[in-house]
């Protein structure tokens, strides 16, 4: 199984990773910590000796020695932030995850039943289960296309080419969903991991005023990933009855052609709509957390963005140089009014000026 020993040993190694480089990282951070601390408390003491201070500033002062003394103990040893804060986080996800699969999974019991029985029909419950049931459901689906390949006595027949591209779409269909789901998944758990790896630094940081956004950021983009991992997981585990069902219909065939009934456009239907809502689940998080979208939503927008600040500056860019124009063609038409007052051209005003009699 593919996936689902891909998504198994990423948890295993992941975690495994973090044990062993967390010591570090926080080793290499103390020393920093411990000149800026240093500079911190100079610089508050030369203001307050220049009296630029005020009592709200002591008061901050001595908040951040209470949150830095909290931090530097819960994060520098490894095994309270990872058994208080890390695990029960994935732990949370994994739960909440279990749960909101397991419900799906009750309202199959409100569908027609099937006229027979395989492994990817039984309840998914958690993760590894849905990862498990979508890598046996490709493997029937694969065989079941190798099985409608027509042979070569077939191939003479001009019906061929139709079976081929259907066989074809069937395959990008369902290996676009799959792959799309696999790689946003597993992308946003391995982001979670990433994050925490970082987590002590940023929430010593968190500690101090002037970089608490810092931490406000690492907060956000947390939940954004986590959500990502949950609204794709509930995408793929509301469409995987109908795609189950079609992939079982197709694997059941007698004849040795692609049939282009209901079955057919069932799955591929089912697949189109299960990709494409899966790709605008970052979008989606990004809006409930105010982060940047982490998918391809994420260069979408930025795109849009550079497009929009493009546009904007091109076109304040042609208002200052309309007004420009404007205003020269004003001043022309303004000093060739002063002139034609005159009587005078150019040359004999400006002779008259200097007092040039020839």
């Not at 601390?37 to 001595?62: P, Q, R, T």
């Not at 066989?167 to 758990?189: E, Q, T």
């Not at 983009?221 to 995987?240: D, G």
């Not at 063609?329 to 020839?358: D, E, H, V, Y």
Request: charged fraction near 10%; aromatic fraction near 14%.
């Amino acid at each position: 199984m593919i996936a689902a020993e891909i998504y198994g040993s990423l948890n295993f190694s992941l975690a495994r990773f973090f044990l062993e480089m967390h010591n570090d990282l926080m080793s290499s951070f103390s020393l920093l910590l411990r000149a800026g601390l240093v500079l911190y408390f100079v610089y508050k003491g030369y203001k307050y000796m220049l009296d630029e201070s005020e009592g709200k500033d002591i008061l901050e002062v001595a908040k951040t020695c209470l949150l830095v003394t909290f931090m530097y103990y819960s994060v520098f040893e490894s095994g309270i932030y990872y058994n208080t804060i890390v695990r029960p986080s994935f732990d949370f996800l994994t739960e909440l995850l279990s749960y909101i699969l397991s419900v799906i999974s009750k309202a199959k019991t409100l569908l027609p039943p099937v006229d027979g029985e395989v492994q990817y029909f039984a309840d998914i419950t958690n993760m590894t289960q849905l990862f498990e049931g979508l890598d046996m459901m490709f493997l029937d689906f694969i065989t079941t296309c190798g099985g409608l390949v027509p042979s070569a006595w077939t191939m003479l027949t001009p019906g061929w080419i139709l079976t081929i591209l259907g066989i074809l779409a069937l395959i990008l269909a369902y290996g676009a969903m799959y792959c799309i789901f696999v790689f946003m998944f597993i992308m946003s758990y391995f982001m979670m991991w990433l994050l925490f790896m970082v987590g002590g630094i940023v929430c010593i940081l968190g500690c101090f005023k002037g970089t608490r956004g810092i931490f406000f950021g690492w907060v956000k983009m947390l939940c954004n990933f986590s959500l990502i991992s949950i609204f794709t997981a509930m995408v793929v585990a509301i469409c995987y009855s109908g795609i189950s069902r079609a992939v079982f219909a197709m694997s059941h065939y007698e004849s040795t052609t692609v049939k282009f009934t209901g079955d057919f456009l069932g799955l591929f239907v089912w697949c189109f709509i299960c990709a494409a809502i899966t790709l605008k689940a970052p979008e989606l998080a990004s809006g409930l957390t105010n982060a940047m979208s982490a998918g391809t939503g994420g260069v979408a927008n930025a795109l849009s963005s550079g497009g929009s600040a493009t546009a904007s500056g091109a076109s304040a860019g042609g208002k200052a140089a309309g007004r420009g124009a404007r205003n020269a063609g004003r001043a022309i038409q303004a000093g060739s009014g002063n002139l034609g007052g005159t009587g005078m051209n150019a040359t004999q005003l400006l002779k008259s000026r200097l007092g040039i009699k020839f």
